[in-house]
């Protein structure tokens, strides 16, 4: 991270006492004690206690702490739930945290227009909740859906198992309010598609609060598919479950989810929640399909003879809603359940084409071999977004510092098979240093270009994404050319 | 003058020694919606010479081309793999007097075009995953990746879709495809008021039927359009495979109750009628006549074509469930209906753009909303930092940016 600035650390009295004139009562945290709950999100590998943690619950609030912050030069990190895994609240020892937890109203449920105007530190799953008596949803489902906020949400871009078929945060919301590191209060899209301008909401989808202080977000809501079933797959070798995948978006199909796992994550799930996965196979599928029933029963026997054909060793339909909930409890415990048969685990995140799989995983297994730590693979199949889970022990010596080797030798196995760094986790702090393996200077310096555009002063949330910080007058300068052009006979002015 | 660089290096070179003598480039590719967007003075920078299709992979579901290459080839290639491009790229040409079928990619991505399939599949922008571009700069860059899933830095794919050519010239796009539909059929609802219009889109939306296209003509539209004559049309699409979209009509019957019947239409007749609302076809025989694209809260576009109506001899259209209105006025007078449709629209929430008048009225009057002063300000920013210069379709979008 960048070094803290002294001169801030000296000031912090100050600054935590013009904090708190704008922001009453017990919204301002400085308590050192106190602090600790916020010093670290998702990705607890990495700690640091803010300066201060300020928790304003107006937009007038919010936008004074900004102008403050700036005038003072004091960096901001914003933060929903503390859900990252990529470590994007990741607090700054000169900075402080600016909390949207307050944030936790739903404003308006318009059915007629199929939106709903939250608050960011909404939960991702409440959204779901309030509108579910009109059998309505909101579509995308991170796993981390029940803590997770929908501010979050947007900065992340956050995806889920669904979102091949549904889209990820980005294709799912219509409006948002935003703060500028100057106070300026921005309104973007509303509840109409396809905004005035330049894209402003899908540049701030995924921009990992660094470029605005998300306020207020209205997102799409969708009718609930008339049903669902689930099909339970198992394989003798993760090519034929990958060739199996393949075969069914080539007929056309496109699953509401399609989740694959190898088979150490098989193993660890079903010994936690028994929820009647097959031990003999190398490779596991899941299946959903939804949507109308004539429709779902109709695919559900075309993929069930796509799988046979590819050599399937299992194929089980979900009988009734029960069981479909069973197929998926073991994939969505898979976490949990890595988490007891190893002390520690590191969730990576990668995407690839999925062609390349049976590849990148046998390649995984032998650097599971040079590393001496086991790894567990679960897997976005649909999308080709990869969950490695590294296991490791913190408290043995070296341990975790090689599972963030392995972690990062997989990542750049990732982009050197034509994927990406990561797929919906953010970059955050945990890959920031792997950015130039995707991206040369002239592109991370356009990036940094656009961040200059919102944040001048490089006051949000520094040190995330970018490996380096260029001072934004030092990106804006431009090259003049000169000489050895191929059109010098361009009229000059 | 014209440049047609033949490569990248040309086309850095083109860019640079623009930036360097601060001389305006209109990026032009097939040309057909030079109509779109406030005139442009500059020296055409021709980009056909970027074509073709570098990889498509049916089975990861995306397909990689340099920015140039006509939509009409890349949709040839998807056809054979039984794919599409979800979003339904719209062909304005026709809307400009231009001959049909003859746009690029990069084109339907600058100008983040999205079809009736809007509702459930997005716009441009949600299949365009990532690209390289030269900046107004003059530098190479890239951004995005050629996987469907990508978070991986800012999401630079979005800002550029829509953005008119006035932040990079596109070389290289990857978009996301999709498999098309096995079979589509149309529920048509004749004689409908616009209010009643809406409740009966609103209600097939929210009911579980996959609705993928809800799109309301009265009758002075209607008669233009494949089927019917004389009477307004309320057209609910539904696609997929044969059995589904059998069920799916039984499905929709029951969620619109027995006092809003319907007739169906096959696949034949469906096709020719959701492509002329793709393309806003009843409005290209008319190319000199003033036309606006609104983008409202659906339920607030009755209201909204009525109140335009009552004030300008118009004629309109809704698609996207009313989420979108096409307008076509009868004079182009003093501002085009500027001040009556933007403030019909800025009433509902919504925004108008001006997708056609003459190159004069474009000139004066805003073709986008201006939106607030802030977001002015942020355009302008983000403008300066991609081209500082302003060398790139300059004022296409807004006067000065």
Known sequence: MPKPDESVLARRSEIVARLKALVPGEGVIADPDALRVYESDGLTAYRTVPLAAVLPSTVAEVSAVLRCCRELGVKVVPRGAGTSLSGGALPLADGIILGLGKFNRILDIDFDNRCAVVQPGVTNLAISDAVAHRDFYYAPDPSSQIACTIGGNVAENSGGVHCLKYGVTTNNILGLEIVLTDGEVVRIGGKHMDGEGYDLLGLLAGSEGLLGVITEVTVRILKKPATARALLLGFPSNESAGDCVAAVIAAGIIPGGMEMMDRPAIAATEAFVHAGYPLDVEALLIVELDGPEAEVDHLLVRVEAIARERGATTVRASADEAERLRFWAGRKAAFPAVGRISPDYYCMDGTIPRKRLPAVLKRMAELSLHYGLGVANVFHAGDGNLHPLVLYDANKPGELERAEAFGSDILRLCVEVGGVLTGEHGVGVEKRDLMGTMFGEEDLNQQQRVKCAFDPDGLLNPGKVFPTLHRCAELGRVHIHGGRLRFPDLPRF | ?401
């Not at chain 2, 070179?13 to 040309?31: C, N």
């Not at chain 2, 579901?61 to 890349?74: C, F, H, Q």
């Not at chain 2, 309320?234 to 109750?257: F, K, M």
């Not at chain 2, 393309?279 to 609104?294: G, K, N």
Request: hydrophobic share 45%; proline share 8%; charged share 20%.
């Open chain 2, 1 to 401: 003058m014209t440049l047609r660089p033949r490569d990248v290096p040309d086309l850095l070179d083109a860019v640079r020694s623009a930036s360097d003598s601060r001389a305006p480039l209109e990026i032009v590719g097939a040309g057909t919606k030079r109509g779109l967007g406030r005139p442009v003075t500059g020296h055409a920078l021709d980009v056909t010479a970027f074509t073709g299709i570098e990889s498509y992979e049916p089975e990861e579901l995306v397909l990689t081309a340099r920015a140039g290459t006509p939509l009409a080839e890349i949709e040839a290639r998807l056809i054979q793999a039984g794919q599409q491009l979800a979003f339904e790229p719209p062909d304005y040409g026709p809307l400009y007097g231009q001959s049909r079928g003859r746009q690029t990619l990069g084109g339907v991505l600058a100008c983040n075009l999205a079809g009736p399939r809007r509702l459930t599949a997005g716009a441009a922008r949600d299949h365009f995953l990532g690209f390289a571009a030269v900046s107004g700069r003059g530098e190479c860059f890239k951004a995005g990746g050629r996987v469907v899933k990508n978070v991986t830095g800012y999401d630079l794919s979005k800002l550029l879709a829509g953005s008119h050519g006035t932040l990079a010239v596109l070389t290289e796009v990857t978009i996301k495809v999709l498999p098309a539909p096995e079979t589509v059929a149309t529920a048509l609802l004749p004689g409908l008021s616009s209010e009643a219009a809406f409740a009966a889109m609103r209600d097939a939306l929210a009911s579980p039927c996959d609705v993928s296209g809800a799109a309301h003509l009265p009758a002075a539209l209607a008669c233009s359009m494949p089927p019917r004559e004389g009477q307004a049309a309320t057209v609910l699409r539904l696609e997929g495979p044969p059995p589904s979209v059998d069920a799916r009509i039984a499905s929709l019957r029951t969620a619109l109750g027995p006092d809003r019947s319907f007739e169906l239409l096959g696949p034949g007749e469906s096709a020719a009628l959701w492509s002329s609302i793709r393309d806003a076809a009843p409005f290209a025989a008319t190319p000199t006549l003033p036309l606006w694209r609104l983008a409202l809260p659906p339920a607030a576009f009755a209201r909204v074509a009525s109140e335009i109506a009552e004030r300008l001899d118009a004629r309109w259209f809704a698609d996207w469930g009313g989420g979108r209105l096409w307008v076509e006025l009868a004079h182009e007078g003093e501002d085009a209906g500027a001040a009556v449709v933007r403030m019909a629209a800025q009433r509902a929430s919504g925004h108008a753009v001006l997708i056609r008048a003459s190159k004069d009225l474009r000139a004066r009057v805003p073709v986008f909303d201006p939106g607030t002063d802030a977001m002015a300000a942020l355009t302008r920013r983000l403008k300066d930092s991609f081209d500082p210069h302003r060398i790139l379709n300059p004022g296409r979008m807004y006067e000065g940016v």
